[in-house]
């Protein structure tokens, strides 16, 4: 086996194994449908999948110039719609509507940018958490008092998460987070980068197993 | 059979007959992939199919307010990948770059707007003529003579259409046209509607399908 074709074996090779990474905002609808199914999907290839906090607000707004979608003309009321039958076909109860009266993420956004350092193995459970808190049961979480009220998962504690949230750490960890998804090219929620390759939306689901099927095209 | 029940029925049943809707841009690339395969799907479904010319220059920078998507900060390069990686997935050949130097739609989408008028059985195929030229040999549409130039189907004169596209007529009916897809909530291109639902975008495909295959949930 010439070098080359060895060193593209290998690359291959080593793609196929390297993790997914999965942006969301918590606020999003799309995200949460998103989480519901992105690690079924990569583990069903044997990948694994990092999830990270994005907010909508300073990849849309600030970075992009654009106004937040539930509130665009015409794209508004569609995007209501859609979120409505996505979830009807795919049998998902949702405990609030789509775009009225959102929360604040940064509680949530925080949460989980903080628990991936201090309690990784957790963070996810603490994300999904979070996410049905909001999105099935319609808790507003914008809060480090209701975040802290939530099932909290291991050994996790109400006053450590209470107290880490008033840190100037967390609010850090997630300016990092932000910054880094920008960095990563990411505008849209969810976003799933496999092999360097962005899907934006939870549309891309087919597309996305197909790259893991294929190995990409 | 209750009235009710009956009822019920025949609107399923008649709902199932409607034909679909298509809205397009000429110069959107998933436009030019939808317009691929908008018709042997719905075919396979006894559905028919009314294409529709839609100007995003109207719907997304006057109605919504917002930036070109390929002029669009994090937005432009995913777009240009996303649009590049669905070509080669499909085996789509493309004369041309997204969003470099793209054309003025305004001459096509009056051609279509006014075939629709005169040569409603040839319309489509007219259509299909442009959208090859312009996607797949990368040639320039904006002049009514370089459509005259085409390969123009049935008894359909390159005299008659030069001079259709001189007269107010033909860009009344495209002014009539982009505002109808604005009044049916069209916002983006690709959007097919069906028994009343809108679907935004080629990713939007495999729901038509399903709801095509089920009837809708």
């Known amino acids: 086996m010439a070098l080359a074709s060895l060193s593209s074996f290998l690359m291959r090779f080593m793609n196929t194994r390297s ?11 799309y995200g949460y449908f998103a989480a519901l199914r992105i690690d079924d999907l990569a ?4 990948r694994t999948v990092e999830w990270h906090p994005m907010l909508l607000g300073v990849s849309v707004m600030k970075v992009m110039g654009l106004k937040p979608l539930l509130d665009t003309p015409l794209k508004g009321p569609y995007t209501r719609n859609d979120v409505m039958r996505y979830a009807r076909l795919h049998g998902i109860k949702l405990g609030r509507e789509p775009g009225v009266a959102p929360m604040s993420p940064l509680a949530c956004g925080r949460t989980l940018a903080w628990a991936k350092r201090h309690h990784p193995q957790h963070a996810k459970q603490l994300a999904r958490e979070m996410l049905n808190a909001y999105w099935l049961l319609g808790v507003d979480l914008s809060s480090p008092s209701a975040i802290a009220g939530l099932a909290l998962p ?6 450590e998460l209470t107290q880490a949230l008033q840190d100037e750490e967390a609010a850090k960890l997630l300016r990092e987070e932000v910054q ?9 929620s969810p976003t799933v980068v496999v092999d360097g390759e962005l899907f934006w939306g939870i549309d891309k689901f087919d597309q996305i197993q197909r790259w893991l099927e294929t190995g990409g095209w």
Not at 19 to 29: A, E, Q, R, T, V
Not at 43 to 46: P, R
């Open 154 to 159: 291991g050994s996790l504690s109400a006053a």
């Open 180 to 188: 880094h998804s920008i960095n990563a090219g990411v505008f849209g």
């Open 19 to 29: 993790g997914l990474h999965f942006y969301f905002d918590f606020i999003s609808p």
């Open 43 to 46: 583990s069903a290839f044997g």
